[in-house]
């Protein structure tokens, strides 16, 4: 039944379907709760105190929930209406053999951007298996594409991502995931101390690999999207605090090229079990 109503919703154009989402992004906005609140308070962290962006961003959420069965299903169909005009950033980093981690946040539709990656050579991702069994199947179908290897976000995955790095390949992660107490540091997020996990650094230390910031942002009136680079300047530092400290900061570069596009909801700042404790002091 799931999967029937995936396949219907992807079968719509791309502009009604963000239209929509847009409108239920400000309905479920309006209602008061958690939801509302955590989205304000994260958006004003990051200096976006206006109420309308907080109302636009939430209609950004709702664009993003509906596009990403047609992005799942009707891949070939959205990458037609997918553009870069920074592909020589990819170019320069793949001429030097090292392999690519991709760090894509919660920034815009993060669901097209490995899809699109593809055509430069294939990539690994990692993935959180689904919380609800119905949506098993759906998962199951949107990975299977050529070139796009999934992996779960377990101890295997990380070492099928040291071997597809080894190789020369391409990896991809969500940089802004929270992840579980002791796989992560304290790191500053638009001035306020963020649990940042240290796998990406950790990868990036043990392979040598080039490491590129990417998101796809959503264009105006259902035109597609644009996928946007930013790769980290070398060499890298070696303490993770610095480098979830630089991961941050480049997050931040990007997000601020379309933050209403930035997912605010997501409870970024929220301390994992067994982590330690947030330091007090603001990071200047």
């Known amino acids: 039944m799931l999967l029937a109503l995936f396949r219907l919703l992807a079968r ?40 309308a962006f907080a109302r636009r961003a939430a209609a950004q959420a709702g664009a993003m929930i509906l596009e990403t069965p047609k992005v799942w299903l009707r891949t070939t169909q959205c990458l037609r209406k997918t553009h ?14 090292r392999g690519i981690l991709y760090l894509t946040p919660h920034l815009g539709c993060f669901e097209i951007t490995a899809r699109y990656l593809i055509q430069h050579g294939p990539i690994t991702v990692m993935y959180r298996p689904p919380r609800q069994p119905a949506f098993e199947p759906i998962m199951e179908q949107a990975r299977n594409m050529s070139g796009l290897h999934a992996v779960p976000a377990n101890l295997q995955g990380v070492r099928e991502f040291v071997r597809a790095l080894r190789r020369g390949e391409a990896v991809g992660m969500l940089p802004d995931q929270v992840p579980g107490g002791g796989e992560g540091v304290w790191a500053p997020f638009f001035d306020k101390y963020a649990y940042t ?7 990036a230390a043990q392979t040598g ?75 200047q």
């Open 12 to 51: 719509i154009p791309l502009p009604v379907l963000h239209a929509v989402g847009k409108v239920i992004g400000w309905l479920v906005y309006a209602w008061p709760g958690r939801y509302r609140r955590r989205l304000q308070a994260n958006a004003q962290q990051a200096g976006y105190v206006d109420p």
């Open 84 to 97: 870069s005009d920074d592909n020589e950033v990819v170019r320069t980093a793949l001429a030097e053999g």
């Open 197 to 203: 996990m240290t796998l990406a650094g950790k990868l």
């Open 209 to 283: 690999v080039a490491v590129i910031l990417t998101a796809g942002e959503r264009l105006p009136k259902g035109q597609g999207w644009k996928i946007h680079y930013l790769r980290l300047p070398e060499p890298l530092p070696k303490r993770p605090e610095e480098l979830a400290t630089l991961i941050n900061g480049a997050m931040e570069t990007l997000i601020r090229r379309f933050p209403e596009q930035y997912l605010w909801s997501y409870n970024r700042y929220k301390v994992p079990d067994e982590a330690p404790p947030r330091p007090q002091d603001t990071p």
